[in-house]
């Protein structure tokens, strides 16, 4: 299966500044890439899927303005998420669509502490 | 909308013994893909074992087994001579066939005592 990486691992900002996510595909041109969110001992929530080339589409009461999805390359997306406030604290965990698509692959998450 | 309930936020099991994990899923599409997977401490998303809904084998990886019943919507996690390192959060997952996002279920959280 694809080789999914995650850079950070662990950023910590502080609330009003913006940090950027990003989520590699080292083995393989993923066209297609989904974000999730996990709070702690919770499950993983969609926030959006990110197409190469295309918008993101975002699922519902996820802020587009806030959480922006660029997937400007077959190996690369990223997630900004600005003016981040406390609440945005969380862990951010990417998956790719490996080429069959049949396989999806995670990276291994950002932890995001906003203070 | 297709849901995911995991009915189980903790189960407990000791070493060596089986321990059956249950989820139900609701659906309106006849071709989908069911998951369970294993999320450590380390938090990276580990697949356990996939099953695809038009075979009616129930899929089986070492000592991790399914019961899939289509019928019933239900998709069970059997883990047999459990380990200390099954430890974990276990998630069942429901991918579409038209669709390739994971709609994950709510999740167990396993312990293994010895």
């Known amino acids: 299966g694809a080789v999914v990486s995650q850079h950070p691992s662990w950023v910590i900002c502080k609330s009003g500044t913006s940090v950027k996510i990003e989520c590699r595909s080292l083995?393989?041109?993923?066209?297609?890439m989904f974000w999730y969110r996990q709070f702690p001992k919770q499950s993983l929530m969609l926030m959006a899927t990110?197409?190469?080339?295309?918008?993101?589409?975002?699922e519902q009461g996820v802020e587009k303005d806030k959480f922006l999805i660029n997937h400007a390359s077959l190996t690369l997306s990223t997630l900004t998420v600005t003016s981040a406030h406390p609440e945005d604290s969380s862990f951010y965990i990417c998956?790719?669509?490996?080429?069959?698509?049949?396989?999806?692959?995670f990276g291994p998450g950002t932890r995001l502490t906003v203070t | 909308a297709q849901t995911v309930t995991q009915s189980q936020p903790e189960m407990s099991v000791q070493e060596a013994e089986t321990v059956t994990l249950s989820c139900t899923y609701d659906t309106s599409e006849s071709d989908y893909y069911l998951f369970w997977y294993k999320q450590p401490p380390s938090r990276q998303m580990i697949l356990v074992i996939r099953?695809?809904?038009?075979?009616?084998q129930n899929a089986t990886e070492n000592r991790f087994s399914v019961n899939f019943q289509k019928a019933a919507k239900s998709f069970s996690l059997k883990i047999s001579d459990s380990q200390l390192g099954d430890a974990a959060m276990y998630f069942c997952?429901?991918?579409?066939?038209?669709?390739?996002?994971?709609?994950f279920g709510k999740g167990t959280t396993l312990s293994v005592s010895s």
């Open positions: 997952a429901y991918r579409s066939q038209a669709g390739t996002a994971l709609i």
């Open positions: 998956s790719v669509v490996s080429g069959d698509r049949d396989s999806i692959n």
């Open positions: 990110s197409n190469e080339g295309s918008k993101a589409t975002y």
């Open positions: 083995d393989f041109q993923a066209t297609t």
């Open positions: 099953q695809e809904a038009y075979k009616q």
